[in-house]
T-cell receptor, first 115, second 115 residues
Framework: AQTVTQSQPEMSVQEAETVTLSCTYD???????LFWYKQPPSRQMILVIR??????QNATENRFSVNFQKAAKSFSLKISDSQLGDAAMYFC????????????FGQGTRLTINP | GAGVSQTPSNKVTEKGKYVELRCDPI?????LYWYRQSLGQGPEFLIY????????DSGLPNDRFFAVRPEGSVSTLKIQRTERGDSAVYLC?????????????FGPGTRLTVL
């Protein structure tokens, strides 16, 4: 079974600075998807960024980018120019390319932005 | 509707009672997922529907949990003989299809408290 591990329960960063959230995963599959979701206090999970494992290029979405290291099974999220609205729980998630369509989530990292 | 909606937002019940949690997916989305999020944890998969049928119910913890989607749109998660350990936020998500590239869009969840 696939597992996802986020080893940083909490992180904090000064507004306008850059922060990196870590995620590792375990799978025997060669093709899969990886995601970062944001969960603000409203509880609604919001997709931040997605990476297809067969793509070597790291995904970017405005201030958000990932560092995908397939051999190391590592998938970190970098947030540049942090803003107060970035404060939330961040979850890393895995999904098989074929077969089971469920998302497997990590335990989450609580990100605090200091003004 | 504009997004996935879930009702009720909060539900308090007594141990041993029966509860129903409702999910309205985004219009036209054929795939629907239920997850359970315990306090301080990431969401855990419960069940996934493709159309009216349950394509994967491997995450349901026991036979007290049951879900239906009779017309391929609205889904209801049913919990019989509730226990205090069932207290959690129950999240629903939908996607256009079950293809891996399709994003799962989440609702705000139902917080269930079993006294």
């Amino acid at each position: 079974a696939q597992t996802v591990t986020q080893s940083q329960p909490e992180m904090s960063v000064q507004e306008a600075e850059t922060v990196t959230l870590s995620c590792t995963y375990d799978t025997s599959e060669s093709d899969y998807y990886l995601f970062w979701y944001k969960q603000p206090p409203s509880r609604q999970m919001i997709l931040v960024i997605r990476q297809e494992a067969y793509k070597q290029q790291n995904a970017t979405e405005n201030r958000f980018s990932v560092n995908f290291q397939k051999a190391a099974k590592s998938f970190s999220l970098k947030i540049s120019d942090s803003q107060l609205g970035d404060a939330a729980m961040y979850f890393c998630a895995y999904r098989n390319y074929q077969g089971a369509q469920k998302l497997v989530f990590g335990q989450g990292t609580r990100l605090t932005i200091n003004p | 509707g504009a997004g996935v909606s879930q009702t009720p937002s909060n539900k308090v019940t007594e141990k041993g009672k029966y509860v129903e949690l409702r999910c309205d997916p985004i219009s036209g989305h054929t795939a629907l997922y239920w997850y359970r999020q315990s306090l301080g944890q990431g969401p855990e998969f419960l069940i996934y529907f493709q159309g009216t049928g349950a394509a994967d119910d491997s995450g349901l913890p026991n036979d007290r949990f049951f879900a239906v989607r009779p017309e391929g749109s609205v889904s209801t998660l049913k919990i019989q003989r509730t226990e205090r350990g069932d207290s959690a936020v129950y999240l629903c998500a939908s996607s256009l299809t079950s293809v891996g590239t399709d994003t799962q869009y989440f609702g705000p969840g139902t917080r269930l408290t079993v006294l």
